[in-house]
């Protein structure tokens, strides 16, 4: 058996180039809360991915159908013993930084499991986490101790279990922010690439799954992905496309989401399996527990939610601000040939101010909408901010971007107030129930 020793800027990763080898309470309510419809039903889960055909796999890892089709993979199933160990592996690295008053340890382990042989999916049966520690930049690991660990690892499951290691996981322990730190960086990447080239060929396709340990600590429940790389040569024929598959045009977007290597690979679907013993055991387990919590949490009553809302307020307050001023000096867009132009809403949410220097009565309710007034007629200007004609003559350039703002601005009062909504709605009707 032989192994390949990639040396990375933030960890040392031992790599089998040809393997032959067929915590806590918290992490354990993280498990025990993955949600109940991501669950296969109990008979098929027994079926499909605690018993496979050997000759339908070695088939399969003969044919390799992923080699022609870089994004033929749309689906992980992971067991609920993977879940845990993986959780709690993560949540023990953060402790152990925080412990000595640092920083969150980052580290890392491999996945065992297959692909399987009935749908374009990869199934994870189990995970074995490796002696690596990473600070940022720097490593603490002996290589030799990593080698030698993943040798005796190697050669026990060759004796025990028909899988291989198909994947790695590791985790990004960094401070819980707007969006999930579950992505690939350029490391990642690079290593990525090298286990894929490395085992694909042979009929093992390799996966990646990084976990957000911080966000699953404040959510109380599992927080990470599943990621394929992209060969070097792809481009994805839709531009701007996420690993998401949503498209998102800003750059910053999709930087802040995805990091630098936003283009170069996918993500896909993550489920959760389990046989019907473990269903009986955590149906015991859970069913005074998952419901209480259930009920008795809301999202807009989290500590990150509380402190994220002054500062999205302030933000579509100032997208509505920079609106104001840019239509035309004083919130006006005259139309042609005289008559009333556009009334553009206030940054107070008071009083509208129209084109004529008059004010309107009344306050706005709703997201604010224009109307162009001109020679020929009005015409509706929608707060989405799709294009009109004025006066019959083109918009020019600058018109469409303050159009595009006030359209941003309004999207985001409208899911600050629809966020609301549902949390008020959801509290009154606990308490109606249940007072």
């Not at 953060?94 to 199934?123: C, D, F, W």
């Not at 993943?150 to 985790?171: C, D, N, P, Q, V």
């Not at 992209?230 to 998401?244: R, S």
Request: hydrophobic residues 35%; aromatic residues 8%.
């Amino acid at each position: 058996m032989s192994f390949l020793l990639f040396a990375t800027a933030s960890y040392y990763i031992v790599s089998p180039s040809s393997l032959t080898m067929s915590s806590t309470s918290t992490a354990a309510a993280a498990a025990a809360s993955i949600p109940n419809t991501s669950m296969s039903s109990a008979s098929s889960a027994d079926v499909q991915y605690y018993a496979f055909d050997d000759t339908a796999l070695d088939q399969l890892r003969k044919s390799c159908p992923w080699k022609d089709d870089p994004r033929y993979f749309k689906k992980v199933s992971l067991s609920p013993s993977s879940v845990m160990k993986m959780m709690t592996h993560c949540h023990s690295g953060v402790e152990k930084g925080t412990a000595k008053g640092g920083n969150p340890i980052e580290v890392m382990g491999l996945l065992l499991g297959r692909p399987s042989t009935t749908s374009p999916s990869l199934i994870v049966t189990d995970v074995f986490p490796l002696p690596i520690e990473g600070f940022e930049t720097r490593v603490i690991a002996d290589d030799g101790d990593v080698i030698n660990h993943m040798i005796a690892l190697g050669e026990s499951l060759e004796t025990t279990r028909k899988e291989k290691f198909m994947g790695w996981y590791h985790s990004h322990p960094f401070e819980v922010g707007v969006h999930s730190h579950c992505f690939l960086s350029q490391t990642d990447i690079s290593t990525q690439l090298q286990w894929q080239r490395a085992e694909d060929p042979h009929g093992n396709p390799f996966l990646a799954i990084v976990v957000d340990p911080l966000r699953s600590l404040a959510k109380n429940t599992p927080i990470l992905k599943a990621f394929r790389a992209y060969p070097p040569e792809y481009t994805h024929p839709v531009p701007h496309t996420c690993p998401d598959g949503s498209v998102i045009r800003e750059e910053r977007g999709r930087l802040e989401q995805w990091g630098s290597c936003w283009s170069a690979y996918y993500e896909l679907e993550v489920e959760y399996f389990m046989s019907s013993g473990a269903r009986n055991v955590m149906s015991l387990l859970t069913q005074n527990f998952l419901w209480m919590r259930t009920l008795g949490s809301s999202a807009m009553l989290e500590g990150e939610s509380r402190g994220r809302y002054p500062e999205r307020v302030e933000k579509a307050a100032e997208r509505l601000r920079r609106y104001d001023v840019n239509s035309n000096g004083g919130g006006t867009v005259g139309g042609a040939g005289g008559g009333s132009g556009v009334d553009v809403l206030h940054p107070d949410f008071e009083q509208p101010r129209s084109a004529a220097g008059g004010t309107s009565r009344g306050r706005a309710t709703s997201a604010p909408r224009s109307t162009v007034g001109g020679a020929g007629g009005a015409a509706s200007v929608p707060s989405s901010g799709t294009s009109v004609a004025k006066g019959g003559n083109n918009k020019s350039e600058a018109d469409e971007d303050n159009e595009g703002e006030l359209g941003k601005a309004c999207q985001a009062v409208v899911d600050i107030a629809t966020e609301k909504l549902i949390g008020n709605i959801a509290q009154v009707s606990k308490r109606e129930l249940f007072s």
